[in-house]
């Protein structure tokens, strides 16, 4: 029984991918489900992916930009219908039983040839403004799952939320695991900087700005990405004061097990505002300052950080109101309410996500003895 997964371009749309088939395995343990994955290239998350039981198929992805570039007219005239075609045949080749889709950068034209050969679709929405890609899946997939209620775009009737599917997995880190694998000394309150798979360049920069007066007062981790990592190690060092080396942990990444631990020993957690980090936070009850991309297609980070930070447990900074004096008070607010923040965090969470979706697609299977 072949399932097919689909879905790129960040780590918020690889990690539910993720998530669900765990939770799908879980739930059946028996060994005649088979788990591909069809999307665009990406060494990375193909290795990822591949640790987690997948076959890979690639396939060509192009984008739709929603401003001018002559890339458009590439995507758009080559690598977008070639993408079609090889999604076709591939899935032609396949035959699965079922198609589960996060959107983002080549799903469209994976799920387009799923709904030409008449596989079922069900699509995830993680944010409060659906991508192009999911916009258009949603005319024909089978079920929606939705992380927000007030989702904009989506036919209601198909839809149900369920949050954001996250791994289980990232609830479980230790203090002591904190310690052994990031040398946390826990000598003062822990912040973790945290700009997501692709890391966030502003974030970055006003972290280093800061360093001295932040490290005064708190131990920071700070995962600045792999394309930033050079150039803010280079910047850190000679900024930190030796006396303060040992409070401030750089990385470019963290693996899973890094992250959990990082989850559990930081007071405060700075983000952006996509959609998977938001639910890590939450499912972690974990008070945050959130700090959204304004760049987001569709604004959909703000629209994220304001959804979730009606519940109070989440500051909002915008990049442009980054201050040093207003940004080191909003953490010290933060640790001063923690304990207000951490119950409307939980209170907001949806950590069983995966395992709902992962039991929908199970009962559709199961209803319609495919």
């Known amino acids: 029984m072949n399932i097919v997964f689909t879905g790129g371009g960040t780590g918020g749309h690889l990690f539910p991918l993720i998530a669900v088939r765990r939770e799908v395995r879980r739930l059946y343990p028996k060994d005649d489900i088979i788990f591909h994955y069809v999307g665009p290239k990406d060494e990375e998350s193909f290795l990822l992916l591949s640790q987690e039981g997948f076959k890979i198929h690639v396939v060509a992805a192009g984008k739709i930009r929603r401003y001018f570039s002559f890339a458009n007219i590439t995507d758009v005239v080559f690598f977008i219908p070639l993408g079609f075609l090889q999604s076709f045949f591939k899935l032609l080749f396949i035959r699965p039983k079922l198609m589960f889709s996060k959107g983002g950068t080549g799903s469209l034209p994976v799920t387009f040839g799923a709904a030409l050969l008449g596989i079922p679709v069900f699509l995830h929405e993680s944010d409060v403004v ?22 904009e775009y989506v036919n209601l009737s198909k839809a149900m939320v369920v949050g954001n599917p996250i791994r289980k997995e990232l609830l479980e880190g230790t203090d002591q695991g904190a310690k052994e694998s990031l040398h946390i000394t826990f000598e003062k309150p822990v912040v973790l900087f945290y700009g997501g798979s692709q890391g966030a360049m502003k974030i970055n920069e006003f972290v280093v700005g800061i360093l001295h007066d932040i490290l005064l007062r708190y131990e920071v981790i ?13 910047e850190s060092k000679a900024l930190i004061d030796k006396n303060f080396e040992k409070y401030y942990h750089l990385y470019d990444a963290l693996n899973e097990v890094q992250l959990k631990h990082a989850y559990k020993a930081a007071g405060v957690i700075v983000a952006r505002a996509g959609s998977a980090s938001i639910f890590e936070i939450a499912a972690l009850g974990k008070p945050s300052i ?9 604004d959909h980070q703000s629209k994220n950080a304001y959804e979730y930070a009606k519940t109070k447990a989440a500051f909002i900074v915008e990049e442009s ?13 933060s640790i001063s309410e923690s304990n207000q923040m951490s119950q409307a965090a939980l209170a907001f969470a949806k950590p069983l996500a995966a395992k709902a979706i992962a039991r929908e697609i199970l009962e559709y299977l199961t209803r319609y003895k495919i």
């Open 321 to 333: 109101s980054l201050t040093p004096h207003f940004f080191i008070g909003q953490i010290q607010h």
């Open 222 to 234: 700070h995962v600045c990405g792999k394309k930033n990592y050079r150039q803010v190690m280079v």
């Open 130 to 151: 659906p991508g192009l890609s999911n916009k258009i899946t949603s005319t024909w997939a089978k079920k929606i799952f939705l992380s927000f209620e007030k989702t």
């Open 290 to 298: 959130l700090i959204p991309l304004p760049t987001a297609a569709g």
